[in-house]
């Protein structure tokens, strides 16, 4: 698969062969193969880490340039240092902070892409979502499923931050991007607060209500004071030498993943508590929430504070070492991956 070396009097036949060829549009297999078909994944995605209590300025920046109305949706992406250009913080996911001032309004509109947000920063804004607003408070993982109009305002005092994460870079690898702006910037709101959790989110359903397992769920927040109660509990318990107590986030109707391509995971670390090394071939972006840890990611190691956010690509070891009762928020394509047959783990 080894090119020949070509010297400056003669030119390697195969090259000048490679280049003919190249005007009819094709190229020789034996030159890519052992990039294309690697042995275990080798991506370009880099491990990286974003620190929010130093990029809070540079967010809160964003805010004096350009209001939320002119900018549709005034966030920074968080682009993987090894994926420059390309929006993306892993090969199929998009992460950025998005900012709402007081009083602003990012326009309703729907797309393909499903989105969740993160909430990290601020209190009083909320996120509508086809007729039903939900207050955003920090912690809470609130989902926008594909094809949803949503709008999100500031009824407060103050900013408010939180991290976006969509499956724009898959939705691209299909060229299946669609969206429209809806009728007016704020939907109008047709059901009450907590309805969907009502009726979805609380251990029973619509009578007459089923879903395939591939529907996005109805239930479009998940309170952190929940998340937290249940870790809470459940770490009294023996943890997991990999993950210590770790839980899925799923659509209660199915057990299924909320969105069919993007998985979201709760995790908690007790203080003192080291893990073993771990990897798995979906390419995750993590949160810490709350508490203080080191983390190792292949050969890069991070003093985690609360609010970093870091991402580990495809296949990189991944370990935890926690000084104090850590929580860690993470999403990743898992769900794509597991119904392709592609989702592999690895327990070192
Ligand atoms: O809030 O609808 O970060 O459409 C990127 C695209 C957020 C959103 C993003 C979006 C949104």
């Keep these: 698969m080894q090119n020949t070396t070509p010297t400056s009097q003669q030119p390697n036949p195969r090259q000048a062969y490679y280049d003919r060829i190249a005007k009819d549009h094709m190229t020789p297999l034996w030159e890519v193969l052992g990039a294309l078909v690697p042995k275990s994944p080798n991506s370009p995605a880099k491990p990286a880490l974003w620190r929010y209590a130093e990029l809070r300025e540079q967010v809160m920046e964003a805010g004096r340039l350009i209001t939320a109305e002119q900018a549709e949706r005034r966030v920074l992406i968080l682009e993987n240092p090894g994926l420059q250009g390309q929006s993306a913080i892993t090969q199929s996911l998009y992460a950025g902070l998005q900012l709402i001032l007081p009083g602003e309004i990012a326009p309703a509109h729907r797309h393909t892409q499903s989105a969740l947000r993160l909430v990290i920063d601020g209190e009083g804004a909320y996120t509508a979502v086809d007729g039903e607003r939900t207050t955003m408070r920090r912690g809470d993982f609130i989902i926008t499923p594909s094809w949803t109009f949503h709008d999100h305002g500031n009824l407060g005092d103050q900013p408010v931050v939180w991290l976006d994460g969509l499956d724009i870079p898959t939705v691209r690898f299909f060229d299946a991007g669609f969206a429209e702006h809806g009728q007016s910037a704020a939907q109008a709101t047709i059901r009450p607060e907590g309805d969907a959790l009502a009726r979805y989110g609380n251990n029973m359903l619509p009578v007459d209500f089923y879903q395939a397992p591939s529907d996005p769920t109805r239930v479009f927040v998940y ?89 580990v690509p495809s296949w990189q070891p991944l370990k935890f070492l926690a000084k104090r009762d850590t929580t860690l928020f993470s999403f990743s394509d898992r769900p794509v991956l597991q119904s392709l047959g592609l989702w592999r783990e690895a327990r070192l």
Aim: hydrophobic content about 30%; some cysteine.
């Design 223 to 311: 309170p952190y004071e929940r998340t937290m109660a249940s870790l809470d509990k459940i770490a009294s318990g023996t943890p997991d030498p990999h993950l210590g107590y770790k839980l899925r986030y799923v659509n209660p109707a199915t057990g299924a993943s909320p969105m069919p391509t993007i998985g979201a995971f709760s995790q908690r670390l007790p203080a003192g508590f080291e893990t073993r090394p771990y990897r798995s071939t979906d390419g995750t972006v993590y949160v810490c929430q709350e508490g203080e840890a080191t983390v190792s990611v292949g050969d890069t190691e991070w003093q985690l504070q609360r609010d970093d956010i870091f991402v």
